[in-house]
């Protein structure tokens, strides 16, 4: 049975409102253009486009049954960590922990599928991190180990173990009574729904009232307005929306919505130093008028693992 078929209605509501988004934005777009033709509307064209396959893939991860999502889940950290790959020197002689790091991504959706929560929160950043330098001694070659070593574990924490406790939401535990305490698929779509609104809303608040810069000497374009603004407007929408989505009060709620709008803007800036030290602009160009997938993943690689040990801390 789906994830969807057991859904509360609440859900459905919140997927039709986000298409209903899309719908408006694509025909603003459009209609703008017809009325603007002199103008270059071909980036807002090609975000909104590589939006609708975001959403769709999206409501596909969440709304089958868990098998399937978790594949699809997984492949999207496999899609991350290979992207990571392409921007991060290797060495030639480390073939082979590559494909041992590569081999973790099943494995660490597998925990994930099997519930098994000690497992899932220990295999990367115990396991694997044992076994990987381990492994790469065993080849007999000592230049560049420790920048090898330490490039390929943190491509694995980021792309795969913390974008995999956006998986683990959907496995949650049920009560004594049997039913879950927050539906799975509701309480990703929470983190992701405010997760990115937070970032459109750094955006806007920057681009209306941002003169001061926070950080410029790793992302020019942040500000402290557009920090600020969007922080404050991401907690105001966990406050509307915990109550609905999620089991949270609405107190915890706007707790929770200040924690992904201040985490959020860390993993976007994380991810920004690592492009400067790159030299690089965008992780890739998977996704057309957004970049690399890394770009879009950004700010869950902070918010996932915080908003899900916030959650389970409280009623887990």
């Not at 597998?110 to 694997?128: Q, T």
């Not at 996932?304 to 409280?314: C, D, E, K």
């Amino acid at each position: 049975m789906s994830f969807l078929a057991q859904a509360p209605r609440a859900l459905e509501y919140a997927l039709i409102a986000v298409f209903c988004l899309l719908v408006f934005a694509s025909t603003t777009i459009a209609l703008l253009a017809r009325r603007y033709p002199h103008k270059n509307w071909l980036e807002l064209k090609l975000r909104i486009r590589t939006w609708w396959w975001i959403v769709v893939v999206f409501v596909l991860a969440i709304s089958v049954n868990r098998t399937v999502s978790l594949l699809v889940l997984s492949f999207v950290s496999f899609l991350a960590f290979k992207e990571y790959l392409t921007l991060v020197p290797t060495r030639r002689e480390d073939h082979m922990p590559l494909f041992w790091a590569y081999l973790a991504i099943p494995v660490q959706y597998f925990w994930i599928w099997d519930g098994w929560y000690g497992m899932f929160i220990i295999f990367i950043p115990v396991y694997i991190f044992l076994f990987l330098p381990m492994r790469m001694v065993l080849i007999g070659e000592t230049r560049g180990f420790l920048h090898a070593a330490s490039s390929l574990h943190w491509g694995l924490m980021t792309t795969v173990f913390s974008l995999s406790h956006m998986a683990y939401l959907l496995v949650l535990p049920t009560d004594a009574t049997g039913s879950m305490k927050g539906n799975g698929p509701m309480l990703v779509l929470y983190l992701v729904a405010l997760t990115q609104l937070n970032d459109v809303a750094q955006y806007l608040w920057g681009k209306a009232l941002g003169k001061a810069k926070i950080i410029p000497k790793v992302s020019p374009n942040k500000t402290i307005a557009g920090f600020v603004g969007g922080a404050a407007t991401t907690t105001l929408l966990g406050w509307l929306l915990g109550p609905v989505l999620t089991p949270m009060s609405p107190l915890y709620a706007a707790t929770a919505g200040l924690l992904i709008g201040v985490t959020g803007f860390i993993g976007d800036v994380v991810m920004s130093g690592l492009k400067r030290d790159l030299g690089v602009k965008d992780t890739g160009d998977l996704l057309p008028g957004h970049g690399g997938i890394l770009d879009r993943l950004d700010s869950l690689t902070y918010t996932a693992p915080l908003f899900f040990h916030y959650l389970r801390y409280l009623y887990y």
